[in-house]
């Protein structure tokens, strides 16, 4: 469990130096701006255990897969997110040594500090050399909110107790590579590098995909502010294209070199105008140099902050961790582009391959429903609509027809490329969140053409998987879904998992509904679908016989839900007992101990509880969140939220508490041991999802805005925005009131705690408590 991040409700700070944190805190301290981001690397030389990592999103290598036992329908390969030359790279010697924190005689002081406020990275630090020469060491970075494709450091050298001479070396760094690799291919290969004045250029091919990108970068050098002339000499090997230059300091001088850099790739730009575009992006930043666009920075997060900020006061640990969360969801994805995704480590680390998941749709949305302009959530639900021949290929490989589309569990372009067969093959729920995230979106901002738009063709290709993946058993009289892994993994290949039941025959209900409101509404459109699709009205008989029996594990002693056929025969120990040297468990236990078990590792039936809490009673809650809450040990990170959901709605508060703080501080405590692999970026998410629909009960409900705020005693208050609607509504929760006051927008229409207001640019106080 990591404890040396220092609490502070805008800033993640660490104090001291610990070769053994570097990992940790270089996901830790990531920064980016949905277009690419880095890990929070040195910029100079450090040979302890690191990983550099620079990520641009949409560009990935189909690394090809590794099995031992090849399956028929395997994807060939699993889609990586590539690691990009390294644009901020220094190399420093003094008097001959090289700067190195993992070499030198000491580190005297070190701190660094993410600012989340306003969005930039710092790191501080004194040390002595083997040579005794003592210096510090300022930087200060950003990848621009403004120029998508810029990042920006300013880094300083004050020599603190000798004069000496320094040689200086800005360079690309080149020979990165991506630690995850299946066979340790190359996933590039370079095409030429070029030096032009204080311009560094590099580009480079993603084998098999065709990407081109141009990595760069231009300095600049002052000591004790005074501009120094650019006469450095100028080098290119396999690993580096930089430039070196010799500086002879005094005592107290203070060097600084300020780089601009970053990468243009052939997704935006045609591969001839890479370098040009480059150079154009160095001459604007130099043009409007570093301060000025570090206020901008500043500007941006600062309009970010206003729509997505969650203030919580009285628990600092909790406002620190949320502000965490919404930070890296925001500058992962920002919804300018269809074509892109928020991958589960972002910019912060390979694992995962940092592609698309299926937790988009269920988590992440509501974030960015709840906090950005309608277009960005629309832009998730384009990527997959514009993948949906993907998704029907997908499912041709696995012997489905007639248009059914199988959603993949993992893809960077619509196909499927997880090559885990219990996942690839069996983890087949993931479709019902695609149709759970087109009706979330249309209930939440009313986008009623959507369906028409894109929706529905869609819901008729995942309804048309479900119709063709159920089978008749004459022994129950029932449809069932034979050989899946539902939400929690430490089940595969099981029967009739509750969820992906009951999921699939709400999707065929909604489906079914959806295509009946359109051709009463819009026979236009319903026909020209019907024509794309070729759909025909029998397919809705089949679907209505589905609907009608689908079977649901149940058991009539316990009155609950099965989570899958044979449950209830393992050796129902709780999670409790489990001795703590043995947790995690699957870091300690053998997978065939793990799948007898009866241990959950994430949220299964109660996941449906969540997704469909209008379909049951609190009462039925009750008792489903008593039985699974007993096994599930949270090994996921997308487990604590739906639990803290759930405790807010059986009034268990100062649970709800605690899973809020598992699920906000996930990454900063590092519960999983893990977080050196990057953060869990998708399931940070899940923090905002707990306080907005668990404390504050927001949701939808006969299509009007719902709250039903509650408040944990270890609070004082909490506020947030809630754009909705085209609405921008404000929200202050006390422990004797809710106000809630219309910021933008025309008049709407909420409930509060099942009381109907009209919120009309005037400040509801109502006592609650």
Known sequence: MIDYIKENEWSIIEEGFDPKRIMASESIFSTGNGKFGQRANFEEDYSGEHLYGNYISGIYYPDRTKVGWWKKGYPNYFAKTVNCPVWNALQIEVNGENLNLSQCKEVLQFSRELNMKEGWYQRIAILELQNGIQLQIDSKRFISMEMEQLGAVRYSITLLNHAANLKVAPHLKLNTSNRDSNWNEPFTQAISSSIEGRQIFHESEVLKTGFHICAFNSSQLTLNGKTIEFEGKESINQSWAGISHEVAMKTNDCLSITTFGGYINSMDTPDENLKSKAQDAIRKAEEKGFDTLLKKQETEWELIWRHS????????????????????????????DARLNVGPKGFTGEKYGGVTYWDTEAYCLPFYMGTKDKSVPKNLLRYRYQQLDKAIENAEKLGFSAGAALYPMVTANGEECHNEWEITFEEIHRNSAIALAIKKYIDFTDDQSHMAEMGLEVLIGISRFWAQRVSFSSALNKYVILGVTGPN???????????????????L????????????????????????????????????????????????????????????????????????????????????????????????????????????????????????????????????????????????????????????RLDLNDYNKEVHEGLHVTSMAGTWMSLIEGFAGVKIKNGLLNLAPKI??????????????????????????????????????????????????QKINIIEY
Not at 309 to 335: M, P, W
Not at 490 to 507: F, G, I, L, M, P
Not at 713 to 732: K, P
Request: proline share 3%; charged share 25%; with cysteine.
């Open 309 to 336: 900020d969650v203030k919580i006061e009285g628990d600092i640990s909790a406002q620190q961790a949320i502000r965490f969360n919404i930070f890296h969801l925001n500058q992962t994805y920002t919804g300018k």
């Open 489 to 507: 993994e430490y089940e595969n290949n099981v029967d009739n998992n509750w969820y992906t039941n009951y999921s699939a025959r709400w999707c």
């Open 509 to 664: 209900k909604y489906t079914k509904q959806a295509i009946e409101s359109l051709a009463l509404n819009d026979p236009e459109n319903h026909q020209r679908i019907c024509q794309i699709t070729n759909f025909k009205p029998q397919e809705i008989q089949q679907w209505n016989k589905i609907i009608e029996d689908m079977y649901l594990p149940y058991s009539k002693e316990l009155d609950i839900y099965i989570q899958h056929d044979g449950f209830l025969n393992k050796e129902l120990i709780p999670a409790v007992h489990i001795p703590k040297d043995q947790r995690p468990i699957n870091q300690h236990w053998s997978w065939d101990r793990i799948l007898r078990s009866p241990y959950i590792k994430q949220a299964d039936v109660l996941q449906g509880f969540y997704f469909f809490e209008d379909d049951f009673s609190l009462d039925d809650l009750k008792k489903h969140y008593a039985f699974y809450e007993t096994y599930t040990v949270h090994e996921s990170s997308l487990s604590a939220c739906i639990h803290c959901i759930e405790s807010v709605r059986l009034g268990c508060l100062d649970q709800a508490h605690s899973y809020f703080l598992q699920t906000a």
């Open 712 to 761: 944990s005693d270890q609070w004082t208050s909490y506020s947030f925005h809630l754009n909705y609607r085209d609405c921008l509504i404000f929200v202050e929760v006390t422990h004797e009131k809710t106000n809630i006051q219309l910021i933008e927008g025309e008049k709407v229409k909420i409930i509060l705690n099942d009381e109907p207001h009209q919120l009309s640019n």
